[in-house]
């Protein structure tokens, strides 16, 4: 393979232009990404072309896109996989800014809902909180969620309900519940047990097929409508609200 034509999405609300691929030939080096060949098409073929991306290396998050019908990121996705046709589309659900970004305000409001951060009511200890082993183990791989989107474009309930709140934001209030120095669950389960919460979720297991770095929010969303049954049950005693 000496060359790969890359198929683009290109759209520009505010122009009142109509979306469509624009289609360019980018010669093929070997170990090439998706993003590097987006990379070439903007500094040598077309710098017009809008796209989002930072770290190239899988950490960001930035460069989530839908990739020959899957959403990847394009900085871990090689060309030499996919073969000599490309084509490329934004996050779905999200509006579109330009071309190939997106306007993410939405997937963040969602995610704040389940404050995505650790809630200490217990004493908090002067220095640091110490973690025995044992538990930050019950955090592996959830921990490794870079907020790409990924999971919230290939989620057909977003389609239907558009305040369903989200697997992102599902996985994240799981990984900060699974934490033994949180004492927050009681707050976030009022908001996940509730009308745009997990109780919406049709198992699809879209989320977990796509995710980047193999994070299983079907499983998350699984822990926290027990969780939520569990609470409802225990009188919201909230010392019995952990897994
Ligand atoms: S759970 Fe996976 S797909 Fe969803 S935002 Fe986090 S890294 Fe991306
Ligand atoms: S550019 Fe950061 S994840 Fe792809």
Do not use: W
């Given at each position: 393979?000496?060359?790969?034509?890359?198929?683009?999405?290109?759209?520009?609300?505010?122009?009142?232009?109509?979306?469509?691929?624009?289609?360019?030939?980018?010669?093929?080096?070997?170990?090439?990404?998706?993003?590097?060949?987006?990379?070439?098409?903007?500094?040598?073929?077309?710098?017009?072309?809008?796209?989002?991306?930072?770290?190239?290396?899988?950490?960001?998050?930035?460069?989530?896109?839908?990739?020959?019908?899957?959403?990847?990121?394009?900085?871990?996705?090689?060309?030499?996989?996919?073969g000599e046709h490309i084509r490329v589309r934004p996050l779905g659900h999200l509006p579109i800014i330009k071309d190939l970004v997106v306007d993410m305000t939405e997937f963040w409001e969602k995610y704040k809902l389940v404050k995505p951060y650790l809630i200490h009511s217990k004493n908090v200890p002067e220095k640091e909180f110490l973690q025995s082993v044992d538990d930050r183990e019950k955090l592996t791989r959830i921990v490794d969620c870079i907020l790409c989107g990924a999971c919230y474009a290939a989620c057909p309930v977003?389609?239907?309900?558009?305040?369903?709140?989200?697997?992102?934001?599902?996985?994240?209030?799981?990984?900060?519940?699974?934490?033994?120095?949180?004492?927050?669950?009681f707050e976030r389960l009022r908001i996940i047990g509730g009308e745009d919460?997990?109780?919406?979720?049709?198992?699809?297991?879209?989320?977990?097929?796509?995710c980047p770095k193999e994070i299983n929010a079907s499983g998350s969303i699984a822990e926290l409508k027990m969780l939520t049954t569990k609470a409802a049950f225990t009188a919201f005693d909230r010392s019995k609200l952990k897994m």
């Open positions: 393979m000496d060359r790969v034509i890359f198929e683009v999405f290109r759209f520009i609300p505010e122009e009142k232009s109509e979306p469509h691929f624009d289609r360019f030939e980018v010669p093929y080096t070997k170990g090439m990404t998706v993003l590097q060949g987006l990379l070439y098409i903007q500094s040598k073929l077309d710098g017009s072309l809008g796209l989002r991306f930072a770290c190239r290396a899988g950490i960001c998050g930035s460069c989530a896109m839908h990739i020959n019908g899957v959403y990847r990121l394009a900085c871990e996705t090689q060309v030499s996989l996919l977003v389609d239907t309900h558009k305040d369903y709140i989200g697997p992102h934001a599902f996985a994240k209030a799981n990984r900060f519940i699974r934490d033994s120095r949180d004492d927050g669950t919460g997990v109780f919406r979720c049709h198992t699809v297991f879209s989320c977990q097929e796509v």
